[in-house]
């Protein structure tokens, strides 16, 4: 018989050893320390099994952008279990009371790194970002002249500068994660890492970029830039590499599709499934959803079904007006300007852009009554990314 309950500090080391056994990785003392000092922030569940600790999950309550709202959520990590204790159940029990602790703590949203998609979408989630990254050589980049200078830095003295250009580039998407400086030294940066900053010819920053040299290959993690010449300044930056790397490995943003400005954009173009978001508690976060547009007054009917979260479930009338919700009710007015059902994967997919409304309607997963190019009007949110990693 097992038992769900939440861990506390003096447990913390048989969850380290669940860890470093699951995901294959020895933590040096240093590391220990570094490990438990971050525990204490986090809600850590167990399951356990006579007493002794069968599986575990992480919460780690966070914040995200939607645009230029910030939102708490809760990002889910570290899920293990003893090979022996493995399809039990234990995980689906985790799962279930982890979303019950978030909905109470006032966290609206989850996000996780899937070791399998279609496991995690058995408890709700849904695929909603993408690594976007090309493969190419030094020398296929172009070469442009720039007023502006590259200028490699410390990330002590110039973290004000770093948060205000990531920040800016974050707010233009959904779901990108609100950095706080320990997050910045602790699961940002890297030894040996390089951080390039672009100054235009005011010694304005506009853009940077975060780099490693990895056997012969120049590996950009992070690369952000507010205009053309940020964008051709740090390419040129990558570019002088053309003597001491045979490859670069560059992750960009969604909407930075680049290529077509290279001497040669015959080059490797990778998307690879990312990260996925799971509505936890629908109410509270449609209650504050931005992307809605909506001028004058508009009745919206969401029926949801939810198999995990049963408080989720439901028909629900949103009641919009100058572009945001004035109530929301968990029953359906007779008369709907529009009206929407769907399960709570899709409608992750729908409020947070990572599938046009088209397609979800042409496959089956949404099936609107009503105006749908009204509903094209009405939800217009921002395309989703993430660059980090929890």
Known sequence: MSNIKKINRGDYDQVLKLGEYAFNYTLSDQDRTDRHMLMG??????????????????????????????????????????????????????????LEEMKSKSLPISMLHPFSISFYRRYGFELTQYVHKYQFKPLDLSVKKVDGYTQRVNYCKYKDILQTLYEKSASSYSLMMKREEWWWEKKVLSKGDQIVIYFDSF??????????????????????????????????????HDSMTTEVELVVQPRDQIAFYFDNPKITFKKEAYFMTRIVDFQTLISVYPFFRSNDKLLMAIHLSDHVAEWNNGSWTIELNNNSV????????????????????????????????DRLIALGSLVVEGDIELLKQVIQPLEPALLDFF
């Open 326 to 357: 004035s109530k929301v009710r968990n029953n359906v007015q007779k008369k709907c300007d529009i009206a929407v059902t769907t399960d709570v994967q899709t409608l992750a997919s729908l409020l947070f852009g990572s599938e046009p409304i």
């Open 203 to 240: 010694n304005v920053p506009q853009g940077y970029l975060i780099s490693n040299i990895v056997d012969e290959t120049l590996k950009v993690e992070e690369f952000i830039f507010n205009n053309g010449d940020a964008c051709y300044g740090l390419l040129e930056w990558i570019r002088n």
């Open 41 to 98: 922030n986090q809600l850590i569940l167990g399951s356990y099994t006579d007493g002794e600790l069968a599986s575990k999950l992480h919460v780690l309550p966070m914040e995200l952008f939607l645009g230029s709202k910030v939102l708490s959520f809760g990002g889910i990590a570290g899920v293990a279990t003893w090979p022996e204790h493995r399809r039990k159940g234990h995980v689906q029990q985790l799962m279930r009371k982890a």
